[in-house]
């Protein structure tokens, strides 16, 4: 389940090849279905998953209705790895409402990646998108459990219906820029502040908001780990963390295995107390986490990390350009969010996701 993806896919054909992943659901296979069949070069559909300069260029000698040729394979690139295959039409039968003509796509090969991957970007290949809904919620179980087969439910709303007890922050305008399409697929949210310890952490503003390139702002992206901040945002978020934890001693040794910092010894705390971390919207809703939402216990029972990352280290997404700050789903571990595309509002409240 990605927020910052726009296409829906799985492993498919009883060769699948999969490279370090996480092969937990059946492979499909389309011959088994009687509904499924190859995406064709001429369909506009085609378009969502290949750029309009490269389709008409792989499809020149498609003409006419009688065309048989196929809408070019995919690859997808993803921060840790990758998958590819051919694009499927099928009949999505879901919650006794079938959706015919669903672009799904049907994967050959991954790299790193999950059993299969739903996107629910903006863009118009999306699981929402297609299915029409305007305001989908789910509430991610503590990473406690990674091992444990636990799950929360995805809540695709039909019916409009109001959420109660939730803070809403607008969702920003997608920066618009020639080339850069996956800028449109991201939920950009108007993250205006940072605190820590409820002191106010000094961000330089151009982060905060996107420039003409694209560059800068902050988005929501259940598919990142870790909330990735650009060096200038996170330096000072780490400064101020360091200034504020007192007699608690930090391991450097083990902020160069794991790449996370800063890191502390807490063997000899008997109670621990460490600064609050908050953002704050525009609008006035504010996000205060839970410790367990931003430092976790790495390498030793008795050192604990920052989970933010930023442009080096073994988890940092692979960006040279876009937002400025992803707000992973580490940080939002038992939170019930909510994506109210029919009003523009990004809403959440703390709860125990189960």
Known sequence: MDTGNNFVWFPCTKKYLCTNCSQSIPTFIPKSSSTARVLGCLNPKCGWIHNETSTKSRCQDCSGPNCKQICPPYTILYGSGSTGGLALVETLDISNKKIPNFLVGCSMFSSQQPAGIAGL??????????????RFSYCLVSHKFDDAGKSSNLVLDFKGEKTANLSYTVLQKNPVVAGKNALS????????????GGQKVKIPYKYLKPDFNGNGGSIVDSGTTFTYMNRDVFEPVFNAFVKQVKGIPRTESIEKITGLRPCFNI????????????FHFKGGAEMALPLANYFSIAGETDVICLTMITDSGAFAPEL?????????????????V??????????FRQQVCK
Request: hydrophobic share 35%; proline share 6%.
């Open 267 to 278: 063997s000899r705390q008997e109670k621990l107390s460490l600064p609050e971390l908050k």
């Open 338 to 347: 909510e994506f109210d595309v029919r009003n523009e509002k990004f809403g």
């Open 320 to 336: 040279s350009t876009g937002p400025s700050i992803i707000l992973g789903n580490f940080q939002m571990q038992n939170f019930l």
């Open 121 to 134: 970007g903006r863009g118009p290949a999306s699981l929402p998108s297609q299915l029409g809904v305007k």
């Open 185 to 196: 697929v991201y939920y950009y949210v108007g993250l205006r502040k940072i605190t820590v």
